[in-house]
């Protein structure tokens, strides 16, 4: 199976620095040197399909824009890449969410990709008023999401259970294809919701060895369930000919962080109720040192970010490697990310993804002949001492 790539769109806005925000951030503290305009946005999106990328995420909260909204607007400026909708069940009924998503595929061409986020966060859930908790959330989402699966195969709908109440609920015209479901989750409660209803089950980008743990949780329960799931990761990427050059790229995005602002972004990290949050932190602890956690594998976004805070970092060659690994593992997709994302999408999208087209890993959505970079050595897995 070819690998499959999609891009990240930075609603909130985008920077040469890292842009904060996410999890557990004060809403206010995302933002950057290039606002979040249709315009700007389209020059990603468009360069993202041209690069072979499958799709572009576009997040959800309310540090950035409305997602539904925005890639309904890019949809008019793009012509093939499909668009990763996050959204949050709960904050509105699931005959509207099933009609909204049949209404996206027919008007889109079927660009439609839905990423399912419970809510991390009861602070912020709050803002948008729902007050429950998190294991309730999770409760509801697992009912919100069998009454959507169940209206999209044309069913006629009466529910009433503890968090969600329908009857009658019908949609006029089912969505063909129906949208892939894209679930992220690590804690006890999130697991048995994924397996059920999600189509692709996606982790942040812990180490390998931490992220196989994960996918054979993920993978014991989904046999419980009688399905099987495609599973995806999410990263951002530093990419460049030369590792030295990658690195010191890092290292200049590093510098550029005010300490107080790392103090002030892990005080309210620390806060977080997401388990996946947790892993995060753990990887660096608020610590400027030792942010290498594995070859290649770097958190300084987590530093002043929410949500993923790691990155592949080195030459293309060597991101290329660590991608066949992580693929190795059982992971098909890759949700990407650099600041900026504009030239970041081009130093990938020249640089990686010929490499893993020669490799017979990925092919170009499109067909279309893509450009060459430098002859790369076959992928051999070998331990590579962490820098410190």
Same mark, same amino acid.
């Given at each position: 199976?070819?690998?499959?790539?999609?891009?990240?769109?930075?609603?909130?806005?985008?920077?040469?620095?890292? +842009?904060?925000?996410?999890?557990?951030?004060?809403?206010?503290?995302?933002?950057?040197?290039?606002?979040?305009? +249709?315009?700007?946005?389209?020059?990603?999106?468009?360069?993202?399909?041209?690069?072979?990328?499958?799709?572009?995420? &576009?997040?959800?909260?309310?540090?950035?824009?409305?997602?539904?909204? &925005?890639?309904?607007?890019?949809?008019?400026?793009?012509?093939?890449?499909?668009?990763?909708?996050?959204?949050?069940?709960?904050?509105?009924?699931?005959?509207?969410?099933?009609?909204?998503?049949?209404?996206?595929?027919?008007?889109?061409? #079927?660009?439609?990709?839905?990423?399912?986020?419970?809510?991390?966060?009861?602070?912020?859930?709050?803002?948008? =008023?729902?007050?429950?908790?998190?294991?309730?959330?999770?409760?509801?989402?697992?009912?919100?999401?069998?009454?959507?699966?169940?209206?999209?195969?044309?069913?006629?709908?009466?529910?009433?259970?503890?968090?969600?109440?329908?009857? =009658?609920?019908?949609?006029?015209?089912?969505?063909?294809?129906?949208?892939?479901?894209?679930?992220? =989750?690590?804690?006890?409660?999130?697991?048995?919701?994924?397996?059920?209803?999600?189509?692709?089950?996606?982790?942040?980008?812990?180490?390998?060895?931490?992220?196989?743990?994960?996918?054979?949780?993920?993978?014991?329960?989904?046999?419980?369930?009688?399905?099987?799931?495609?599973?995806?990761?999410?990263?951002?990427?530093?990419?460049?000919?030369?590792?030295?050059?990658?690195?010191?790229?890092?290292?200049?995005?590093?510098?550029?962080?005010?300490?107080?602002?790392?103090?002030?972004?892990?005080?309210?990290?620390? %806060?977080?109720?997401?388990?996946?949050?947790?892993?995060?932190?753990?990887?660096? =602890?608020?610590?400027?040192?030792?942010?290498?956690?594995?070859?290649?594998?770097?958190?300084?976004?987590?530093?002043?970010? #929410?949500?993923?805070? &790691?990155?592949?970092?080195?030459?293309?060659?060597?991101?290329?490697?660590?991608?066949?690994?992580?693929?190795?593992?059982?992971?098909?997709?890759?949700?990407?990310?650099?600041?900026?994302?504009?030239?970041?999408?081009?130093?990938?999208?020249?640089?990686?993804?010929?490499?893993?087209?020669?490799? #017979?890993?990925? %092919?170009?959505?499109?067909?279309?002949?893509?450009?060459?970079?430098?002859?790369?050595?076959?992928?051999?897995?070998?331990?590579?001492?962490?820098?410190?």
């Amino acid at each position: 199976m070819s690998l499959t790539f999609h891009w990240f769109l930075p609603t909130y806005g985008d920077s040469r620095d890292i +842009v904060g925000g996410g999890h557990g951030v004060p809403v206010g503290t995302a933002g950057g040197a290039r606002p979040a305009s +249709v315009a700007y946005l389209g020059q990603i999106a468009r360069t993202a399909e041209q690069l072979g990328f499958a799709g572009a995420l &576009t997040p959800t909260g309310a540090w950035c824009e409305d997602a539904w909204l &925005t890639t309904a607007m890019l949809t008019e400026v793009t012509e093939r890449l499909k668009f990763l909708v996050a959204f949050r069940p709960g904050l509105l009924s699931p005959t509207l969410a099933a009609q909204m998503a049949a209404t996206f595929q027919r008007l889109s061409g #079927g660009r439609l990709l839905l990423n399912v986020v419970t809510g991390g966060e009861s602070t912020e859930q709050r803002a948008y =008023g729902d007050f429950l908790d998190k294991d309730a959330r999770y409760a509801r989402t697992d009912e919100f999401l069998h009454v959507v699966r169940a209206l999209w195969r044309g069913e006629t709908v009466d529910h009433d259970g503890a968090h969600v109440r329908v009857e =009658g609920a019908r949609l006029s015209r089912v969505p063909d294809p129906v949208p892939p479901v894209y679930f992220g =989750g690590s804690s006890g409660a999130a697991g048995p919701v994924a397996v059920r209803h999600s189509d692709v089950y996606l982790t942040w980008g812990e180490p390998p060895a931490q992220v196989a743990g994960k996918l054979d949780w993920i993978r014991g329960l989904a046999a419980e369930a009688g399905r099987e799931l495609r599973y995806g990761i999410r990263l951002h990427v530093i990419s460049r000919d030369t590792a030295e050059e990658a690195w010191a790229q890092a290292r200049k995005l590093l510098d550029g962080i005010p300490e107080a602002d790392v103090r002030a972004v892990q005080e309210g990290l620390r %806060r977080s109720e997401s388990e996946g949050q947790r892993r995060m932190l753990d990887l660096h =602890g608020g610590s400027r040192d030792g942010l290498e956690v594995s070859p290649n594998l770097w958190a300084g976004f987590g530093l002043v970010r #929410g949500g993923a805070g &790691t990155a592949l970092v080195g030459s293309h060659t060597e991101v290329a490697d660590r991608i066949a690994e992580y693929h190795a593992l059982g992971l098909d997709e890759f949700i990407l990310s650099g600041h900026p994302h504009l030239e970041e999408a081009y130093w990938f999208g020249e640089g990686v993804l010929p490499i893993l087209r020669r490799r #017979g890993l990925w %092919r170009h959505p499109a067909g279309e002949p893509e450009t060459e970079a430098p002859a790369a050595v076959p992928f051999s897995p070998q331990p590579v001492p962490a820098r410190g």
